[in-house]
C-alpha cells in the first residue's frame, strides 16, 4: 500500500455492492457530521441504498456503463462507484478520513450514533471517541440541547454495545 493510504490499483480486491455502500455511508455521515451540504448527503445515502438493493454487483452494471439508471445514482456518483470499482477508495472519502478525528469516525460506525447526536455529544460533553461515552452518561444526558428520551436511550444503547464489543463488563 502506497504511503498515501490509498491502495494502488494493480492490486485493489474486488469490490462487493456491500463494501462500496459502506463507503458511501461513511461518506454520507462524515460530511453530515462536518455540517456540509444536506442534499449531497441525502444522495450518498441513497446511493448506498440502491447498491445495497442491487441484485447484481455494480462492476457488472458499470460494465455495461448504466450506473448512472440506476435509481439515486447520478453521473457524478457512477463516477465514484468507477474509481472505487478501479481503486478501492475515491478522494472524497479519503479527505473526509482525513478531516473527520479517527475516534469520531469510530463514534459513527456505532449503531444508533446519528452524526447529529455525535456533534452535541462532542461539544456538549466533550466526547471525541467511543471510550468517552460512559462518562458522559455519568455527566448525565438529560440537560443535552435538542437531545429527546429516544436520542438519551439511543446514546445509551451505543454506549453497552462498545463496551460489549470492547469485552468490558461490569
Do not use: C
Not at 27 to 47: L, V
Request: proline share 7%; charged share 25%; glycine share 8%.
Amino acid at each position: 500500500m502506497p504511503v498515501s493510504g490509498t491502495p494502488r490499483a494493480d492490486r485493489v480486491e474486488p469490490m462487493d455492492n456491500a463494501r462500496i455502500a459502506e463507503i458511501f455511508l461513511q461518506i454520507g455521515d462524515m460530511m453530515d457530521y462536518q455540517e456540509e451540504n444536506a442534499f449531497k448527503i441525502r444522495s450518498y445515502w441513497k446511493a448506498a441504498e440502491t447498491l445495497l438493493a442491487l441484485r447484481e454487483p455494480a462492476s457488472a452494471v458499470a460494465g455495461r456503463g448504466e450506473l448512472a439508471t440506476l435509481p439515486g445514482i447520478g453521473e457524478i456518483i457512477a463516477d465514484k462507484i468507477g474509481q472505487i470499482l478501479a481503486t478501492g477508495t475515491v478522494p472524497l472519502y479519503e479527505r473526509l478520513r482525513e478531516q473527520v478525528p479517527p475516534g469520531v469516525q469510530r463514534l459513527l460506525r456505532l449503531p444508533g450514533l446519528t452524526p447529529r447526536l455525535v456533534r452535541i455529544l462532542e461539544r456538549e460533553r466533550g466526547v471525541h471517541a467511543p471510550e468517552d461515552l460512559m462518562r458522559a452518561i455519568a455527566q448525565g444526558l438529560e440537560g443535552l440541547p435538542n437531545v429527546n428520551a429516544n436520542d438519551r436511550a439511543q446514546i445509551l444503547r451505543a454506549a453497552l454495545n462498545y463496551r460489549r464489543q470492547a469485552g468490558e463488563s461490569e
